[in-house]
């Protein structure tokens, strides 16, 4: 963890150290962005976000804004799923059954482990109990809560989406289905409301600061 170095001096480097002064040099790996990176949430659990909540609701195009801030590495699920299959989602999604699908995604889910990452999750990984359990191993889960009239907004095209639905189905329908459930695993709620993505980022930050 780094911590802003601040004091007189004028911000020049001063040493003690002898003229023939050989430094014991090692090499330290560490990503760039994480110089930036925020303190651990200190609860525990390894540092990294997961973002759950209905199609649409933002994960994906949340977590960006929100993996810069924090310095942690921006993973998308869906496109972890994708590499590794060699298929586009909605190619994953004809190839196999719902529960099919789902047995698949819970096996990505498994294989993530981070550290300092934030995963921006498929909305459908509620239904996966040991997929879940693990990302909640992996640090906090925060639910993008964004009510119906603006998923229906975003949410145009259902079918050319791919979401794990019961044909003849709305998105109010799977909405009310899925509720309690990205309730259950979260570990925080975000009201975004139609708040632009980086409010949203902000807001969790902000609640993520709080925990530490
Ligand atoms: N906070 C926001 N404000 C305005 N538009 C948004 C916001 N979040 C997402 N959008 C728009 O809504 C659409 C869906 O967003 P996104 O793909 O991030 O959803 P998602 O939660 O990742 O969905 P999925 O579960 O299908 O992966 C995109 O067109 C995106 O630009
Ligand atoms: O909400 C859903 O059912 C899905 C959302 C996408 O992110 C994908 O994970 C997949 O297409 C299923
Ligand atoms: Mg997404």
Redesign the pocket.
Do not use: A, K, T
């Given at each position: 963890m780094l911590k802003q170095m601040s004091g007189k001096g004028g911000g020049k480097l001063t040493s003690s150290a002898p003229n023939d002064y050989k430094p014991n040099l090692h090499v330290v790996k560490v990503d760039a962005p994480r110089f930036f990176s925020k303190p651990p949430m200190n609860d525990g659990r390894p540092d990294n976000v997961s973002l759950i909540g209905?199609?649409g609701s933002g994960k994906s195009t949340v977590g960006r804004p929100l993996a810069a801030r924090l310095g942690y590495r921006f993973v998308d699920t869906?496109e972890v799923m994708e590499t590794g299959e060699g298929m586009r989602?909605s190619e994953i999604?004809a190839a196999h059954s719902p529960a099919g699908f789902l047995e698949i995604?819970e096996n990505y889910l498994l294989s993530l482990s981070g550290p300092h990452d934030v995963f921006s999750t498929?909305?459908?990984v509620v239904y996966l109990d040991r997929g879940m359990a693990h990302l909640k191993s992996l640090g906090p889960v925060i639910y993008l809560d964004v009510p119906l009239d603006v998923l229906n907004q975003r949410l145009s095209d259902l079918e050319a989406?791919?979401?794990?639905?019961a044909p003849g189905k709305s998105v109010a329908d799977l909405e009310a289905e899925r509720r309690p459930l990205y309730e259950k695993w979260a570990d925080l709620t975000i009201q975004c409301g139609d708040h632009p993505p980086g409010w949203v980022a902000a807001e969790i930050v902000g609640l993520l600061d709080g925990r530490i």
């Open positions: 209905m199609p869906d989602l999604m995604e498929g909305g459908s989406r791919g979401v794990v639905i």
